[in-house]
DNA sequence: CTTGGTGCAAAACTTTTGCACGGAG
DNA sequence: CTCCGTGCAAAAGTTTTGCACCAAG
């Protein structure tokens, strides 16, 4: 897809008013990727003291409509939000929470094995992968050898 | 994993008591899969009407805690618990709402990549594979030729 | 001018938490 | 008898909405 610029043009050629408001959102996605609705405001609030997060949250809508940004659900805390660029997903420790942006390849054969066995057109787009990073994997089992045995289970693995 | 009656077992075995409640939303669950905190609460509630909804997500929190359940954020909405099973998916159609579960297996490729490549442990437990049915891909093409060259986006594809 | 976009305030919706009482073990 | 689990109520966190005014086209 885009940059600001060629985002805002879209925006124009579609009807809808080029504000401000909205360049400013945009601005900051782009700058700020994978942000909150709350950190855009912040961050727009830094240039334009003015803006209602309402308005950001419009914005962001108004945007994932017309796919210039993507959005994504990371299942606690508010969405996140991202310029759309070429498909991607993201590798997200549990662990250090680290997001990895990961090339949208390795999920073509899975989106052709559903299309054709099921007729099934997935979207797969710009998908959070959870999971353990290497890092924080290698930390993981030490500690698991260290209390080994222990197992009851309440104080539960990383969920 | 298991039936409601191995569940409550565990539940035992761990040291959590036994309650009516903790009874009444597991087997709400086991009956109803892919219920919402409201639904299993509306359906416990027509047996015992006191319970409070606050029990539920409490409840449901132990028994994801303890592997017993399986939370899925479906982006919009509330979560959705299911009794644990073996490990599989569902695709969720974006037309009709329909969700259809899918075999884990697709996944192991993907799984496999990502562990050898980059390290990393992916969990992709228990995905909601968004995107058009068969049935759903048909009608959306033919009420696109239909409408061929209006365009104006507007209306707005599915979201 | 006209209508779409904004700010403001309030509401909606899902989930969590504090507290005191009652029942399971 | 002890303390875990519950009901109740209130709060917290995110997102949406109604309304009057303002500004983009």
Redesign the pocket.
Do not use: C, H, N
């Given at each position: 897809m885009a940059g600001t610029k060629q985002a805002l043009e879209s925006?124009?050629e579609v009807?809808?008013?080029?504000?401000?408001?909205?360049m400013l959102?945009l601005s900051a996605i782009q700058e700020g990727g994978h942000l909150?609705?709350?950190e855009v405001y912040g961050r727009v609030k830094e240039e334009?003291a003015?803006?209602?997060?309402?308005?950001?949250?419009?914005?962001?809508?108004?945007l994932k409509r017309l796919r210039l940004v993507t959005?994504t659900?990371l299942g606690?805390?508010?969405?996140r939000y991202e310029l759309s660029t070429e498909p991607h997903h993201h590798l997200v420790c549990r662990g250090c929470g680290e997001t990895t942006p990961l090339n949208d390849d390795l999920f073509a054969p899975l989106r052709l094995t559903l299309r054709e066995r099921l007729g099934f057109e997935a979207e797969l787009e710009h998908l959070p992968v959870f999971g353990i990073c290497s890092r924080c994997g290698a930390q993981g089992r030490r500690a698991e050898r260290r209390r080994a045995g222990v197992a009851t289970e309440r104080a539960g693995t990383a969920q």
């Open positions: 925006l124009k009807g809808y008013r080029l504000t401000p408001q909205r959102v909150s609705a709350e334009y003015f803006i209602d997060i309402a308005t950001v949250y419009r914005t962001l809508a108004l959005e659900e606690d805390g508010p969405a």
